[in-house]
């Protein structure tokens, strides 16, 4: 326990932070929230609908569905390859005696590169006409039959989208998920080994359990950076074609920006708290009765 | 910890109804257009939508410093966001917060026809006809920037004409001519396509030069009324003249009209696939006369390239000198900052302006004025010049400046998908007419 006026200090230096919170962060969700329950285009006189926004949002607008399931996609794609590659990467890394640092470094490049030069940068890699890198290479490889173009096919553009993403952070969790594997206690390792574990029990039984605290920490991450996803998205495809690779994010943001539909684009903003606010309890509960049994 | 929660969101929540009640308010008579007073010199703003080094913005900074030797204090801010999506959000925030600058740039759409019902925006006829240069302006660069009542908010500082390009060499080498009709274009790209050529460069990515070509066949077959009628759910896509224009799109779709993956390309790589040579035709204004027809072009197609104007079909209502001739975004005149000094700025500026524009090779909303012709023109510029002297008196207009922003948005998503045989015309006509259903009345009230 702090004495009493140490205690104080602390709610003193705590305090500022906290309102800097609530303003920036708070505020504008509960802003959200109040906006959700009018009809407002901006320049009109705001009209309280009640529940109307909410009703039409759940059960009349189709873009809605579609763009949440297509959410849903898009940050199981950023998840596979930003937990599942960093997971791999930092365990061979773990294994290499030289060329780590540099190994490091090149897997950290993208997080560092602007996502306007991603999104171009993708542009051309997927395109047909000129012909992209990807393109190229699988014709160079014999499978030129799979060349298409990537980001106008309603049945590729999703993962097309997906995968710049999930590729530009893999390197930063990879150094968050090594940092935790350097930290295994050695001893616990070679104990393991003498006893006669293989590799992937050593692993499984040894490492994985032992990192679970920071690859909660990552899971969370990675799944609210995923579902706030938007701007890779937005600048590569503008949701299109049709709505085949539009977000609840991007589809809001036009509500918002493009039709002034402040209201209902604050009902989907609302539902996009609640979505991150559930998937972070249902990570917690699952890793906790997992850590439980 | 609970009771202070409680209280900092009841202040929240106050606020909030405070602010909102706070957001009308504050115009003065926008038909007053000669406000008496003394003119104080200060900093105005233009918050505008057109390319920063462009001709229209050289120009009026230009005239600006002028202004401003006589008026010392004076200075023009031009803020300029030429991506139009960017800029329309940027224009729309600000009107929700009122803090729209002095001059602002909008098309005549339906969010601008309720900030002029709002008393926000100038008379702009009465204005120019109180400037004494209302007379000046040619009748379609100022009916392109009226909304449907006829009624004028905005000044047009451009003139263009949009033709389809093409390249005579490719056309040849395909066996087929200029098409006397648009229900020819779907059986001339097919006959490209088999000769191996891209009939058509499209810049897919901004969605208008996509949209430009469902416009086509309704101003054609029911004239500049259908779209005014469809906006508001008067007309349909069901309808003789919607049907037409839906099959017509789903056929080019089918003949592979447009480049592979064209929703991705944008603006500069469809005009680089028509100047090198690669695609037949291209459809656009004659803002790009410099790069298309001057010694800038391509040395290699430059004596290949000509233009016609959009086909007529069989039983147009509308004639072949009568296509899309718009007078770009206009500029709308805040009727709540406006005051002597504005109206003497605005006088001074558009009485010189049309000569310093037409100095630069390009049509002026005006007719008082002669265009010069560039030195490395090549012969096309003047022809394409002249057809401004023959236009009919109707004049297609693009669709994205006529539709609600809702179903606009909707139109240039599903378009995409019609054309790239996605989803079927039926399919098309249903989610278009349901959307204008639905979005249509909160915008046409």
């Known amino acids: 326990m702090l004495p009493n006026r140490s205690r104080t200090s602390v709610l003193v230096f705590l305090l500022p932070p906290l309102l800097l919170y609530c303003a920036a962060v708070l505020f504008p969700i509960l802003q959200s929230l109040f906006l959700s329950f009018f009809s407002w285009n901006g320049i009109s006189d705001m009209e309280f609908v009640g529940l109307a926004n909410y009703v039409r949002m759940l059960t009349a607008d189709d873009i809605f569905w579609r763009s949440f399931f297509n959410a849903l996609i898009y940050l199981a794609i950023c998840l596979v390859l930003q937990l599942g590659g960093a997971l791999v990467v930092a365990s061979l890394l773990t294994s290499l005696r030289r060329g780590r640092e540099l190994i490091k470094t090149l897997y950290l490049l993208p997080a560092v590169i602007s996502t306007v030069a991603i999104a171009f940068l993708f542009v051309r890699i997927y395109s047909i006409d000129p012909v992209g890198l990807l393109n190229q290479l699988l014709h160079w490889v014999g499978l030129g039959s799979f060349e298409r173009a990537w980001l106008s096919d309603v049945n590729t553009v999703l993962a097309a989208v997906s995968a710049p993403e999930g590729w530009r952070f893999t390197g930063l969790y990879m150094l968050i998920i090594y940092a935790a594997l350097i930290a295994v206690p050695k001893e616990l390792e070679e104990a393991a080994v003498l006893d006669g574990a293989s590799k992937w029990t050593l692993f499984t039984k040894i490492r994985f359990p032992y990192i679970r605290p920071v690859w909660i920490t990552t899971t969370i991450m990675a799944t609210t950076y995923g579902l706030r996803g938007f701007d890779i998205p937005y600048l590569m495809t503008n949701g299109g074609p049709g709505q085949s690779s539009e977000l609840l994010t991007t589809y809001m943001y036009k509500t918002a920006f493009t039709s002034t539909d402040f209201g209902y684009a604050s009902t989907i903003s609302v539902f996009i708290v609640i979505e991150c606010l559930v998937a972070v309890g249902l990570i917690l509960f699952m890793l906790k009765r997992k850590a439980d049994s | ?445």
């Open chain 2, 1 to 445: 910890m609970k009771k202070l929660l409680r209280a900092a969101t009841v202040a929240a929540v106050a606020a909030l109804a405070l602010t909102a009640c706070g957001g009308g308010g504050g115009a003065s008579d926008p038909a007053n257009v000669s406000p008496t007073g003394e003119i104080k010199p200060r900093e105005i703003s233009w918050l505008l939508s057109r390319p920063a080094d462009g001709a229209v913005i050289n120009i009026m900074k230009k005239l600006a410093d002028d202004y401003a030797k006589e008026h010392p204090g004076f200075a023009l801010n031009l803020i300029t966001t030429p991506d139009r999506p960017s800029y329309i959000q940027k224009l729309e925030t600000l009107a929700a917060a009122n803090k729209l600058p002095e001059l602002f740039d909008t098309d005549a759409t339906p969010f601008a026809q309720q900030l002029a019902k709002q008393g926000k925006m100038m008379d702009a006829d009465k204005l120019l006809k109180s400037l004494g240069l209302y007379d000046d302006y040619r009748p379609g660069a100022l009916d392109y920037q009226r909304f449907d009542d006829g009624s004028l908010y905005m000044i047009p500082f451009q003139f263009e004409l949009e033709f389809i390009w093409y390249n005579k060499a490719l056309l040849e080498k395909a066996g087929v001519s200029v098409p006397k009709s648009l229900d020819d274009i779907p059986a001339m790209c097919t006959a490209l396509r088999t000769a191996g050529i891209t009939p058509i460069a499209i810049d897919g990515q901004d969605q208008w030069p996509l949209e430009r070509y469902v416009a086509y066949q309704p101003f054609r077959a029911a004239g500049p009324d259908f779209v005014q009628k469809l906006k508001k759910g008067e007309a349909s896509f069901t309808d003789e003249a919607g049907q037409k224009t839906v099959k017509w799109m789903a056929e080019l779709g089918n003949s592979k009209c447009f480049q592979e993956g064209f929703s991705a390309q944008g603006y500069s790589d469809a005009q680089n696939l028509f100047t090198s040579g690669e695609a037949a035709m291209y459809n656009i204004g004659t803002w790009e006369l410099p790069s298309l027809a001057t010694d800038k072009l391509n040395a290699a197609t430059r004596d290949d390239i000509d233009f016609f104007t959009l086909p007529t079909t069989n039983g147009s209502v509308t004639a072949a000198n009568e296509y899309v001739s718009p007078s770009g975004i206009g500029m709308a005149v805040n009727s709540k900052t406006y005051d002597p000094l504005v109206s003497d700025f605005l006088r001074f500026a558009l009485e010189k302006y049309p000569a310093e524009y037409a100095a630069t090779g390009a049509l002026s909303p005006t007719t008082n004025v002669q265009t010069t012709i560039p030195a490395n023109a090549t012969p096309l510029y003047s022809k394409a010049l002249e057809a401004a002297n023959g236009l009919g008196d109707k004049q297609a207009m693009p669709w994205d400046t006529q539709l609600d922003p809702t179903t606009n948005g909707r139109l240039q998503q599903e378009l995409v998908l019609l054309v790239q045989g996605n989803i079927t015309p039926e399919q098309f006509t249903k989610t278009m007419d349901d959307a204008i259903k639905q979005n249509a009345p909160k915008f046409f009230k």
